[in-house]
Protein backbone atom coordinates (compact mmCIF):
# COMPACT_ATOMS: atom_id res chain seq x y z
CA UNK A 1 0.00 0.00 0.00
CA UNK A 2 0.90 3.85 -0.69
CA UNK A 3 2.33 5.22 2.67
CA UNK A 4 3.75 8.88 3.89
CA UNK A 5 6.81 8.84 5.77
CA UNK A 6 9.30 11.45 6.95
CA UNK A 7 12.74 10.05 5.35
CA UNK A 8 14.72 12.91 6.95
CA UNK A 9 13.59 15.35 9.79
CA UNK A 10 13.15 19.28 8.67
CA UNK A 11 11.17 20.73 6.03
CA UNK A 12 8.04 18.88 4.59
CA UNK A 13 10.31 17.97 1.46
CA UNK A 14 11.40 15.32 3.94
CA UNK A 15 7.94 13.63 3.47
CA UNK A 16 8.03 10.80 0.28
CA UNK A 17 5.85 8.43 -0.64
CA UNK A 18 6.81 4.82 0.17
CA UNK A 19 5.19 1.74 -0.55
CA UNK A 20 4.63 -0.63 2.89
CA UNK A 21 3.12 -4.39 2.90
CA UNK A 22 -0.22 -4.38 3.67
CA UNK A 23 -1.09 -4.38 7.18
CA UNK A 24 -3.04 -7.12 8.89
CA UNK A 25 -4.76 -6.42 12.02
CA UNK A 26 -3.63 -8.02 14.94
CA UNK A 27 -5.76 -9.28 18.59
CA UNK A 28 -7.78 -6.67 19.15
CA UNK A 29 -7.50 -4.11 15.91
CA UNK A 30 -9.47 -3.53 13.36
CA UNK A 31 -8.24 -2.91 9.46
CA UNK A 32 -9.31 0.57 8.03
CA UNK A 33 -9.50 1.04 4.01
CA UNK A 34 -8.93 4.56 4.58
CA UNK A 35 -10.50 7.63 3.06
CA UNK A 36 -9.86 10.99 5.20
CA UNK A 37 -6.57 11.92 7.22
CA UNK A 38 -6.56 14.48 9.69
CA UNK A 39 -3.24 16.56 8.69
CA UNK A 40 -2.94 17.94 12.66
CA UNK A 41 0.23 20.42 13.89
CA UNK A 42 2.03 17.87 16.01
CA UNK A 43 2.35 15.79 12.84
CA UNK A 44 4.68 18.60 11.33
CA UNK A 45 6.28 19.36 14.65
CA UNK A 46 7.53 15.46 14.66
CA UNK A 47 8.67 16.02 11.16
CA UNK A 48 10.84 18.78 12.30
CA UNK A 49 12.45 16.09 14.45
CA UNK A 50 11.46 18.15 17.55
CA UNK A 51 10.34 15.23 19.47
CA UNK A 52 12.98 12.85 18.23
CA UNK A 53 14.21 12.54 22.30
CA UNK A 54 10.57 11.31 22.79
CA UNK A 55 11.40 8.32 20.22
CA UNK A 56 10.20 9.33 16.83
CA UNK A 57 12.66 8.51 14.47
CA UNK A 58 13.12 9.10 10.86
CA UNK A 59 10.97 6.69 8.67
CA UNK A 60 8.11 7.45 10.98
CA UNK A 61 4.40 7.50 9.19
CA UNK A 62 2.92 10.76 10.71
CA UNK A 63 -0.61 10.83 11.27
CA UNK A 64 -3.12 10.22 13.68
CA UNK A 65 -6.85 10.81 12.66
CA UNK A 66 -8.13 8.63 9.92
CA UNK A 67 -11.75 7.55 8.67
CA UNK A 68 -12.98 4.77 6.52
CA UNK A 69 -14.18 1.87 6.25
CA UNK A 70 -13.77 -1.83 8.21
CA UNK A 71 -12.53 -4.55 6.16
CA UNK A 72 -11.10 -6.68 9.02
CA UNK A 73 -10.92 -7.46 12.29
CA UNK A 74 -8.15 -8.88 14.52
CA UNK A 75 -8.81 -11.85 16.86
CA UNK A 76 -11.27 -10.75 19.83
CA UNK A 77 -13.23 -8.24 17.53
CA UNK A 78 -16.85 -8.64 16.52
CA UNK A 79 -17.10 -9.14 12.70
CA UNK A 80 -19.84 -7.27 12.54
CA UNK A 81 -17.17 -4.63 12.43
CA UNK A 82 -16.26 -5.43 8.89
CA UNK A 83 -18.23 -2.86 6.43
CA UNK A 84 -18.54 -0.21 9.07
CA UNK A 85 -17.77 3.40 8.35
CA UNK A 86 -15.67 4.37 11.26
CA UNK A 87 -13.49 7.37 12.63
CA UNK A 88 -10.50 6.31 14.83
CA UNK A 89 -7.66 6.95 16.34
CA UNK A 90 -4.79 5.18 14.90
CA UNK A 91 -2.32 6.71 17.89
CA UNK A 92 0.85 8.68 17.55
CA UNK A 93 1.09 7.97 14.13
CA UNK A 94 0.80 4.98 11.38
CA UNK A 95 -1.98 7.58 10.13
CA UNK A 96 -0.91 8.36 6.14
CA UNK A 97 -1.63 5.14 4.49
CA UNK A 98 -4.34 3.54 2.52
CA UNK A 99 -4.93 0.80 5.07
CA UNK A 100 -4.53 1.54 8.84
CA UNK A 101 -5.22 -0.77 11.82
CA UNK A 102 -6.44 0.60 15.04
CA UNK A 103 -7.38 -0.56 18.27
CA UNK A 104 -10.96 -1.53 18.84
CA UNK A 105 -11.33 0.74 21.87
CA UNK A 106 -9.79 3.50 19.30
CA UNK A 107 -12.60 3.13 16.88
CA UNK A 108 -15.83 4.70 17.06
CA UNK A 109 -18.91 4.28 14.20
CA UNK A 110 -19.99 7.17 11.53
CA UNK A 111 -23.09 8.06 11.47
CA UNK A 112 -24.72 8.02 7.97
CA UNK A 113 -25.02 11.94 7.77
CA UNK A 114 -21.22 12.58 8.56
CA UNK A 115 -18.70 12.19 5.82
CA UNK A 116 -15.18 10.73 6.55
CA UNK A 117 -13.66 14.40 6.02
CA UNK A 118 -15.71 16.32 8.11
CA UNK A 119 -14.89 13.07 11.11
CA UNK A 120 -11.35 13.82 11.00
CA UNK A 121 -12.03 17.37 11.20
CA UNK A 122 -13.93 17.23 13.96
CA UNK A 123 -12.80 13.75 16.25
CA UNK A 124 -9.64 15.11 17.77
CA UNK A 125 -10.48 18.86 18.20
CA UNK A 126 -13.82 18.34 19.17
CA UNK A 127 -13.18 16.88 22.43
CA UNK A 128 -10.36 19.33 23.38
CA UNK A 129 -12.48 21.59 22.97
CA UNK A 130 -15.50 20.14 24.94
CA UNK A 131 -13.48 18.97 27.95
CA UNK A 132 -10.66 22.02 27.70
CA UNK A 133 -14.16 24.54 28.74
CA UNK A 134 -15.03 22.30 31.34
CA UNK A 135 -11.59 21.60 32.68
CA UNK A 136 -12.11 25.39 32.82
CA UNK A 137 -15.22 25.75 34.53
CA UNK A 138 -16.80 27.52 31.67
CA UNK A 139 -20.52 28.45 32.89
CA UNK A 140 -23.85 30.13 30.88
CA UNK A 141 -22.98 33.75 30.86
CA UNK A 142 -19.58 34.13 31.43
CA UNK A 143 -17.27 35.80 29.06
CA UNK A 144 -14.93 34.03 26.78
CA UNK A 145 -11.86 34.34 25.09
CA UNK A 146 -10.09 31.81 22.89
CA UNK A 147 -6.48 32.88 21.78
CA UNK A 148 -5.55 31.34 18.09
CA UNK A 149 -8.95 30.32 17.63
CA UNK A 150 -8.29 29.64 13.59
CA UNK A 151 -7.49 26.23 14.10
CA UNK A 152 -9.59 23.45 14.45
CA UNK A 153 -9.70 23.19 18.08
CA UNK A 154 -10.14 26.93 18.49
CA UNK A 155 -13.12 26.63 15.61
CA UNK A 156 -14.91 23.91 18.01
CA UNK A 157 -14.27 25.49 20.58
CA UNK A 158 -15.75 28.87 19.45
CA UNK A 159 -18.58 26.97 18.29
CA UNK A 160 -19.36 25.14 21.76
CA UNK A 161 -18.78 28.25 24.02
CA UNK A 162 -21.21 30.13 21.86
CA UNK A 163 -23.77 26.78 22.10
CA UNK A 164 -23.24 26.71 25.82
CA UNK A 165 -24.51 30.63 26.36
CA UNK A 166 -21.50 32.34 26.70
CA UNK A 167 -22.05 36.08 26.97
CA UNK A 168 -19.72 36.91 25.23
CA UNK A 169 -16.86 34.79 22.58
CA UNK A 170 -13.41 36.90 21.53
CA UNK A 171 -10.86 35.14 19.58
CA UNK A 172 -7.67 36.29 18.57
CA UNK A 173 -6.73 35.71 15.21
CA UNK A 174 -4.41 37.50 12.58
CA UNK A 175 -6.45 38.58 9.78
CA UNK A 176 -10.14 40.44 9.30
CA UNK A 177 -11.23 37.80 7.06
CA UNK A 178 -10.48 35.43 9.99
CA UNK A 179 -12.62 37.37 12.42
CA UNK A 180 -15.72 37.52 9.84
CA UNK A 181 -15.32 33.34 9.39
CA UNK A 182 -15.11 32.97 12.93
CA UNK A 183 -17.95 35.87 13.24
CA UNK A 184 -20.07 33.32 11.60
CA UNK A 185 -19.59 30.29 13.58
CA UNK A 186 -20.06 32.22 16.71
CA UNK A 187 -17.75 35.18 17.70
CA UNK A 188 -19.05 38.05 19.16
CA UNK A 189 -15.76 39.94 19.46
CA UNK A 190 -12.49 39.55 16.98
CA UNK A 191 -9.13 40.95 18.41
CA UNK A 192 -5.51 41.04 17.00
CA UNK A 193 -2.97 38.63 17.93
CA UNK A 194 -1.84 40.72 21.60
CA UNK A 195 -5.79 40.61 22.30
CA UNK A 196 -6.44 44.58 21.24
CA UNK A 197 -9.04 45.34 18.74
CA UNK A 198 -12.54 44.75 18.90
CA UNK A 199 -14.67 47.23 19.52
CA UNK A 200 -16.48 47.10 22.73
CA UNK A 201 -14.93 44.17 23.67
CA UNK A 202 -15.24 43.11 27.23
CA UNK A 203 -12.86 44.52 29.56
CA UNK A 204 -11.79 41.07 31.24
CA UNK A 205 -12.85 37.11 30.70
CA UNK A 206 -13.73 34.66 33.04
CA UNK A 207 -12.42 32.04 30.80
CA UNK A 208 -9.07 32.22 28.05
CA UNK A 209 -8.74 28.81 26.45
CA UNK A 210 -4.96 29.74 25.20
CA UNK A 211 -4.04 27.45 21.75
CA UNK A 212 -0.86 29.47 21.86
CA UNK A 213 0.74 29.97 24.93
CA UNK A 214 4.27 31.36 23.72
CA UNK A 215 6.24 34.85 25.09
CA UNK A 216 2.94 36.35 25.42
CA UNK A 217 0.74 34.21 27.29
CA UNK A 218 1.65 36.00 30.32
CA UNK A 219 0.13 39.24 29.08
CA UNK A 220 -3.39 37.99 29.21
CA UNK A 221 -3.91 37.49 32.39
CA UNK A 222 -3.96 40.71 32.91
CA UNK A 223 -7.15 39.92 30.65
CA UNK A 224 -9.12 38.07 33.11
CA UNK A 225 -11.34 39.16 35.39
CA UNK A 226 -11.38 38.14 38.99
CA UNK A 227 -11.49 34.66 39.55
CA UNK A 228 -10.94 34.01 35.86
CA UNK A 229 -9.22 30.81 34.13
CA UNK A 230 -6.90 30.85 31.72
CA UNK A 231 -6.59 27.05 30.45
CA UNK A 232 -3.43 26.14 28.15
CA UNK A 233 -4.87 23.44 25.78
CA UNK A 234 -2.44 24.00 22.76
CA UNK A 235 1.35 25.83 22.57
CA UNK A 236 1.88 26.66 18.63
CA UNK A 237 3.25 29.60 19.65
CA UNK A 238 6.16 27.76 22.20
CA UNK A 239 6.51 27.61 25.78
CA UNK A 240 5.63 30.41 27.91
CA UNK A 241 9.03 32.24 29.60
CA UNK A 242 9.78 30.56 32.69
CA UNK A 243 8.78 32.88 35.02
CA UNK A 244 5.39 33.83 34.22
CA UNK A 245 3.82 32.54 37.62
CA UNK A 246 5.12 35.60 38.61
CA UNK A 247 2.76 37.27 36.92
CA UNK A 248 0.06 35.25 38.59
CA UNK A 249 1.72 35.96 42.05
CA UNK A 250 1.62 39.64 41.33
CA UNK A 251 -2.40 39.78 40.38
CA UNK A 252 -2.56 37.50 43.59
CA UNK A 253 -5.61 39.94 45.16
CA UNK A 254 -7.39 38.74 41.44
CA UNK A 255 -8.00 34.84 42.71
CA UNK A 256 -6.60 34.05 38.77
CA UNK A 257 -6.13 30.34 38.18
CA UNK A 258 -3.70 28.93 35.36
CA UNK A 259 -4.40 25.42 34.12
CA UNK A 260 -2.95 22.34 31.35
CA UNK A 261 -5.50 20.36 30.23
CA UNK A 262 -4.79 17.45 27.77
CA UNK A 263 -7.33 15.12 26.94
CA UNK A 264 -4.74 11.89 27.47
CA UNK A 265 -5.96 12.94 30.92
CA UNK A 266 -10.15 11.91 29.88
CA UNK A 267 -11.27 8.36 30.43
CA UNK A 268 -11.77 6.61 26.90
CA UNK A 269 -15.72 6.13 27.90
CA UNK A 270 -16.20 10.07 28.25
CA UNK A 271 -14.18 11.10 25.33
CA UNK A 272 -16.34 8.03 23.41
CA UNK A 273 -19.91 9.56 24.91
CA UNK A 274 -19.01 13.12 23.72
CA UNK A 275 -17.50 12.16 20.37
CA UNK A 276 -20.78 10.65 19.68
CA UNK A 277 -22.33 13.28 20.75
CA UNK A 278 -20.28 15.88 18.47
CA UNK A 279 -20.37 13.63 15.20
CA UNK A 280 -24.05 13.80 15.60
CA UNK A 281 -24.06 16.96 16.01
CA UNK A 282 -22.35 17.74 12.51
CA UNK A 283 -24.01 15.00 10.84
CA UNK A 284 -27.13 17.25 12.03
CA UNK A 285 -25.75 20.44 11.00
CA UNK A 286 -25.73 21.71 14.85
CA UNK A 287 -21.66 22.15 15.00
CA UNK A 288 -19.37 22.87 11.55
CA UNK A 289 -16.49 21.81 10.06
CA UNK A 290 -13.86 23.65 8.13
CA UNK A 291 -12.42 21.85 6.11
CA UNK A 292 -9.66 24.15 4.77
CA UNK A 293 -8.36 22.05 1.45
CA UNK A 294 -8.43 18.32 0.52
CA UNK A 295 -5.22 17.08 -0.74
CA UNK A 296 -4.45 13.58 -2.14
CA UNK A 297 -2.33 11.83 0.42
CA UNK A 298 0.77 11.89 -1.83
CA UNK A 299 0.81 15.57 -1.47
CA UNK A 300 1.07 15.71 2.21
CA UNK A 301 4.00 17.34 2.01
CA UNK A 302 2.20 19.88 -0.01
CA UNK A 303 0.05 20.54 3.35
CA UNK A 304 2.18 20.40 5.46
CA UNK A 305 3.90 23.57 3.64
CA UNK A 306 0.80 25.32 3.87
CA UNK A 307 0.87 24.35 7.50
CA UNK A 308 4.10 26.01 8.16
CA UNK A 309 3.29 29.46 6.26
CA UNK A 310 -0.14 29.71 8.41
CA UNK A 311 -2.15 29.76 5.75
CA UNK A 312 -4.58 26.97 6.95
CA UNK A 313 -7.89 27.91 8.73
CA UNK A 314 -9.44 24.79 10.24
CA UNK A 315 -8.18 21.65 8.76
CA UNK A 316 -6.30 20.08 5.72
CA UNK A 317 -7.62 17.03 5.35
CA UNK A 318 -6.28 14.38 2.99
CA UNK A 319 -7.96 11.99 0.84
CA UNK A 320 -6.93 8.06 -0.48
N1 LIG B 1 -4.85 19.59 24.75
C1 LIG B 1 -4.90 18.51 23.98
O1 LIG B 1 -5.36 17.41 24.36
C2 LIG B 1 -4.40 18.62 22.57
C3 LIG B 1 -4.72 17.65 21.60
C4 LIG B 1 -4.27 17.82 20.30
C5 LIG B 1 -3.46 18.94 20.00
N2 LIG B 1 -3.15 19.82 20.98
C6 LIG B 1 -2.33 21.01 20.72
O2 LIG B 1 -3.14 21.98 20.07
C7 LIG B 1 -2.32 22.76 19.21
C8 LIG B 1 -2.86 22.69 17.80
O3 LIG B 1 -4.20 23.19 17.75
P1 LIG B 1 -4.81 23.69 16.36
O4 LIG B 1 -4.56 22.64 15.35
O5 LIG B 1 -6.18 24.13 16.64
O6 LIG B 1 -3.91 24.95 16.12
P2 LIG B 1 -3.26 25.53 14.77
O7 LIG B 1 -4.23 25.44 13.68
O8 LIG B 1 -1.90 24.96 14.59
O9 LIG B 1 -3.07 27.06 15.22
C9 LIG B 1 -4.18 27.83 15.67
C10 LIG B 1 -3.99 29.27 15.27
O10 LIG B 1 -3.07 29.92 16.13
C11 LIG B 1 -2.57 31.08 15.48
N3 LIG B 1 -1.13 31.12 15.68
C12 LIG B 1 -0.21 30.31 15.14
N4 LIG B 1 1.02 30.63 15.56
C13 LIG B 1 0.86 31.69 16.39
C14 LIG B 1 1.76 32.49 17.16
N5 LIG B 1 3.08 32.26 17.15
N6 LIG B 1 1.23 33.48 17.93
C15 LIG B 1 -0.10 33.72 17.95
N7 LIG B 1 -1.00 33.01 17.23
C16 LIG B 1 -0.52 31.99 16.47
C17 LIG B 1 -2.95 30.95 14.01
O11 LIG B 1 -4.07 31.78 13.71
P3 LIG B 1 -3.95 33.30 13.26
O12 LIG B 1 -2.89 33.38 12.20
O13 LIG B 1 -5.31 33.61 12.75
O14 LIG B 1 -3.59 34.07 14.50
C18 LIG B 1 -3.39 29.50 13.90
O15 LIG B 1 -4.37 29.31 12.90
C19 LIG B 1 -0.91 22.19 19.31
O16 LIG B 1 -0.17 22.92 20.27
C20 LIG B 1 -1.16 20.76 19.79
O17 LIG B 1 -0.06 20.22 20.47
C21 LIG B 1 -3.63 19.70 22.24
Redesign the pocket.
Known sequence: MKAVAIQAFGGPEGLAVIDLPDPSPAGGQVLIAVEAIGV???DA?IRRGALAAYGFEEGHVPGGEVAGTVTAVGGGVDTSWVGRRVWAFTGVGGGYVEQAVAQIGEVLPLPANLSAVDAVTLG??GV?AHF?LSHAHFAPGESVLV?????????MTVQLAARGGAGAVAV????AE?GERLRGLGATHVLD?SGEGGRDAPAGYDVIID??A?A?MPSFFARLNPNGRLVA??????MPPADFGTEMMAAFQRSLSFAT????TVAGPELRAVRTAQFAAAGGGELHTVVHELLPLGQAALAHRK?DA?E??G?IVLTT
Do not use: D, L
Not at 147 to 155: K, L, V
Not at 261 to 264: P, V
Open positions: GGVVSSVGRGAAGSIGITTSSRRIVGHVGAVGGFSAAMGVFR
